[in-house]
């Protein structure tokens, strides 16, 4: 008896391993702070047609509201209670969201925040994006309904409450407050009950699974426990038994006192090291160099790779918070940004997440923006302004969008059509021209260095002409940009100028005339 559970423990940990990706599709795209109704319309429009497997969604749940012109980004992560009423919309309007984006084979991922409530110093009142009354003073949470019972100040061995140092024990790390907001304690069943049940009703909905916020903050044991109280995926858009798909945010960068394998058992990681080793190869810092990165992924002391989630930056670091410091690439520096993103897309390791963001006013203080909490583009009552979207298909009124851009959303298709073919026909010049192929359906090749690159090489692609997807794409029989010959030896030749916009070039099967 005792061995079947284990096995059947071990089969519901693997299960949330699987994204449940639609077939032919791959990678994930935050659409960072978005309505519900134009996550519903870009689904339709634009990640359905393109191939996208799915979009991180901004935390649902009633969070809460801070006064005018205070509506910063990160009240998103302070949660009153579990009511699905947020900035981005209604319950019903996330309901329609979840239904519209499953029908054209676009799983919903959900970002929870079960770690903590708001911060302590939050008072009292009815600011809230439902309206909820609560007292943080108090700890006294209705709508959930929590009290002061279900925290873990009792537990916390620090004068201040809060976590002081990250060095010193885990227990500290887990049992104390991140950053003044009230710690869970996610050890009592009834707070498990609270969020299973939470978590339930997205599943219910038709979410494919959830990204866990603050994972190194709490017990794994506890997580277990939750996920364990999960129901199985929606059968309405997914097969019978199947399980949510678990990512879990534990920043390690390899030198942390906990460790994002202690995560391994319960589902995939975000491995941070991914984008801030990245940032630095293509930024050349520390003379890093494109040429090291042939044994990219777990030969660079990465997770496995069947335990990874990737992604260039995110909502915290591309605002210098989180992990990878200046290292990281962002829109910002949309010239590398590009050229990383790519990188990612075209290399096999991990499930690939896409940023999609949007501008704020940066004000740059001894190194440090003061602007870094601005929130999305709003009206003057603070509400969320949707997305537009601009002839050539970018966005407008201070949207990014760099899943919009062709370059990106080339390569998100490039990765669809290479899914499950080896890293092969690797290339450098000793320096940060590198090249790769991805068995016979795709080919990169990158110029990041200073002087031009000009070169033969073997592709590994079957003979022909192919539309490079990066200066442009295979558009009604031919090419919009650049075109490359493969010769019956599968050799083509690259000329790739250190002052293109994109300074590099991508083949594969589907782009060939």
């Not at 279900?150 to 010193?168: L, Q």
């Amino acid at each position: 008896m005792r061995f079947f559970i284990l096995v059947t423990l071990f089969g519901l940990s693997l299960a949330q391993h699987t994204p449940h990706f639609k077939h032919g599709r791959t990678s994930i795209v935050h659409l960072f702070e978005w309505r519900w109704t134009d996550i519903a319309a870009e689904c339709e429009r634009f990640l359905g047609p393109n191939g996208f497997a799915g979009v991180q969604i901004s935390p649902p749940n009633e969070h809460i509201i801070l006064d005018s012109p205070w509506r910063p980004w990160w009240q998103r992560y302070q949660p009153i209670g579990y009511n699905l009423c947020s900035r981005s919309g209604s319950e019903n309007e996330l309901r329609d969201m979840i239904t519209r984006c499953n029908n054209v084979g676009v799983n919903i991922y959900v970002d929870v925040v079960i770690n903590h409530m708001c911060r302590a110093s939050s008072g009292e009142g009815t600011h809230s994006s439902c309206g909820s009354w609560f007292n943080a003073g108090t700890k006294d949470f209705p709508s959930v309904s929590y009290s002061y019972l279900d925290f873990n100040d009792h537990k916390c061995r620090t004068g201040s409450g809060n976590i002081e140092s990250y060095d010193a024990d885990v227990n500290q790390v887990r049992d104390c407050r991140l950053e003044n907001l009230l710690d869970l304690a996610l050890e009592k069943d009834y707070v498990r009950g609270k969020v299973a049940d939470y978590m339930n009703r997205l599943v219910d909905m038709g979410v494919a699974g959830f990204r866990v916020d603050a994972c190194k903050h709490m017990w794994p044991g506890d997580l277990s426990a939750v996920y364990g109280r999960l129901n199985n995926l929606n059968t309405n858009w997914f097969p019978g038994g199947s399980r949510p798909f678990i990512y879990q945010e534990v920043i390690d960068l390899g030198s942390e006192l906990i460790t994002a394998k202690e995560y391994f058992h319960l589902g995939r990681v975000t491995e941070f090291k991914y984008g801030a080793k990245l940032g630095t190869v293509f930024r050349k810092w520390n003379n890093e160099k494109l040429m090291y990165t042939k044994n990219w992924g777990e030969g660079w002391g990465f997770m496995p790779n069947g335990n990874a989630v990737v992604f260039i930056d995110n909502h915290d670091n591309q605002r210098g918070h989180g992990a990878g410091g200046a290292a990281i690439v962002t829109f910002w520096d949309f010239r590398l940004h590009k050229m990383a993103v790519a990188y990612m897309l075209a290399h096999p390791y991990g499930v690939t997440r896409v940023m999609s963001s949007f501008r704020w006013n940066r004000h740059i203080v001894n190194g440090k923006d003061q602007n870094d909490w601005m929130g999305p583009p709003s009206h003057p009552d603070g509400s969320t302004k949707s997305v537009p979207i601009n002839p050539d298909e970018t966005c407008g009124d201070g949207w990014v969008c760099e899943h919009r851009w062709r370059q990106i959303k080339n390569m998100v298709i490039f990765r669809n059509v290479v899914n499950g073919q080896p890293h092969s026909n690797w290339w450098d010049n000793n320096s940060n021209q590198v090249a790769f192929g991805r068995g016979n359906r795709g080919f990169i090749i990158f110029n990041n260095d200073d002087w031009d690159l000009d070169v033969t090489l073997n592709t590994g692609l079957p003979a022909g002409t192919y539309c490079d997807v990066i200066s442009g794409q295979k558009e009604g029989g031919r090419c919009t940009g650049k075109q490359i010959h493969v010769g019956a030896d599968g050799r083509a030749h690259f000329r790739i100028s250190n002052r293109d916009e994109d300074p590099f070039v991508a083949i594969h099967a589907e782009s060939k005339l």
